[in-house]
């Protein structure tokens, strides 16, 4: 005798009982499809909630630290508390020589200001930088060049456009080898560039006015003083790592007492990021666990219906048991009804999730960037599958125990 999980015309006698109640069926097979479909969408929509906001920190780098003068906020060597003081390029040079662990560093400057060519004005940050700030906030570079160690070193009157302020001047005319004043000072424009992502250290890219460090301390008459000092580590370091030192050469050369940590403000944005994955694993357990929960009440869904298909055929049941059909008969032909609904109700709603994440990825794509990673991997959706197969199964297989245990007498006299 055929075994009844390849008899065709068990499954056809399968697909008739599930049809003769349809609206069990469907609010059933909903449960089930709903219940993959939320676990695979926020599974995805984690990954690409994360995506998105790792975009926005895309043109900084990870590694990042920075030093800036404060406040004091204790007395010493007859400075008060509450005055202020300020770094300069001489404790940037020093800082460079002690610090363990520096790759790439800049000073950098800011302070506003309005730039004009011809008949048009604008305004925005200017900020001085060297030429390794372009490996700090990584740029986009629309034209020309950005700035480099010649200019810093010759004080070159040079300034590279942020796309935002090029765009006000020049009205899509390239602004390239043309002189902009800004603050009244006249600047040969070298490059426009802008920025991936909106994270910044000191002025978005694109709404600034960016010149050599050296430059802008002479011009606009700011003798030594640095606003603050930005650094990169090499791989396996942390910007941690370099703060002692530091403090140590501030501390020092501007009279601040050593245990008067808040008298400069030392970032280090690893430790931002660190925050961030943490954040992200906050989030996808709670995705997991919510997707779970939906999962849950779709095998719960699948079993109620077994349970309710059982007492409904126990007459049924008792004819074929009478006439010869074997318990594993009747055991495989209720888990038989319990795997097809939940494999075609589950697969449909993991299908369903695929084309929505599909969807949402592409309609949140950046021209630079590309997709932020809405999608469901090939494997993933296998696992759900397969894990809600087998807790389908498993909801069958009480209901499929009790079948077998009927009674062929018992179940014939059952009205």
């Not at 700035?147 to 009205?171: Q, W, Y």
């Not at 000072?185 to 250290?201: D, H, M, T």
Request: glycine share 12%; hydrophobic share 45%.
């Amino acid at each position: 005798m055929k075994p009844a999980i390849f008899d065709i015309e068990n499954w056809r006698e399968i697909g008739a009982t599930l049809a003769r109640n349809k609206t069990r069926t469907f609010l059933t097979a909903f449960g089930i499809f709903w219940g993959t479909a939320m676990l695979a969408m926020l599974w995805g929509g984690a990954r690409g909630f994360e995506g998105i906001m790792r975009r926005n920190f895309a043109s900084v780098a990870t590694n990042l630290g920075a030093i800036s003068a404060g406040q004091r906020t204790m007395s010493y060597k007859g400075f008060n508390k509450g005055s202020w003081w300020s770094l300069t390029v001489q404790d940037v040079e020093t800082m460079r020589q002690v610090a363990p662990a520096i790759e790439y560093s800049s000073m950098v400057n800011g302070t506003s200001g309005t730039a004009a060519y011809g008949t048009s004005t604008t305004s925005g940050r200017i900020l001085g930088v060297e030429g390794d700030y372009a490996k700090i906030m990584i740029p986009v570079i629309d034209e020309g060049r950005f700035i480099n160690a010649s200019d810093d070193a010759g004080m070159r009157k040079v300034v590279v456009l942020g796309r935002t302020r090029a765009a006000s001047l020049f009205n899509g005319e390239s602004p390239i080898g043309k002189y902009v004043s800004i603050n009244g000072i006249y600047f040969l424009c070298v490059g426009v560039a802008g920025q991936i992502g909106s994270a910044s250290i000191g002025g978005r890219i694109d709404d600034s006015f960016l010149i050599p460090s050296s430059t802008m301390r002479n011009a606009f008459n700011q003798g030594t003083t640095v606003g603050f000092f930005a650094f990169t580590v090499p791989a396996g370091h942390s910007p941690k790592e370099n703060e002692p030192a530091m403090r140590r050469v501030l501390s020092s050369a501007h009279s601040i007492h050593p245990e008067d940590s808040n008298a400069m403000y030392f970032m280090d944005i690893s430790e931002t990021f660190e925050m961030i994955d943490k954040v992200f694993l906050g989030i996808s357990l709670l995705a997991i666990f919510v997707g779970l929960g939906s999962l849950m009440a779709g095998v719960i869904g699948v079993g109620n219906i077994m349970w309710i298909v059982v007492k409904e055929r126990t007459h049924e049941f008792g004819i074929r048991r009478a006439i010869g059909a074997t318990p594993l008969d009747i055991t495989v032909q209720v888990l038989s009804e319990s795997v097809l609904l939940t494999l075609v109700a589950g697969t449909a709603g993991v299908c369903f999730a695929a084309i929505v994440l599909g969807l949402v990825d592409k309609g949140t794509a950046d021209p630079v960037l590309g997709l932020a990673g809405f999608e469901l991997p090939f494997m993933t959706a296998v696992s759900i599958i397969g894990v809600f197969f087998i807790l389908g199964s498993a909801a069958g297989t009480l209901p499929a125990v009790k079948a077998m245990r009927i009674r062929p007498i018992e179940a014939i006299r059952d009205k």
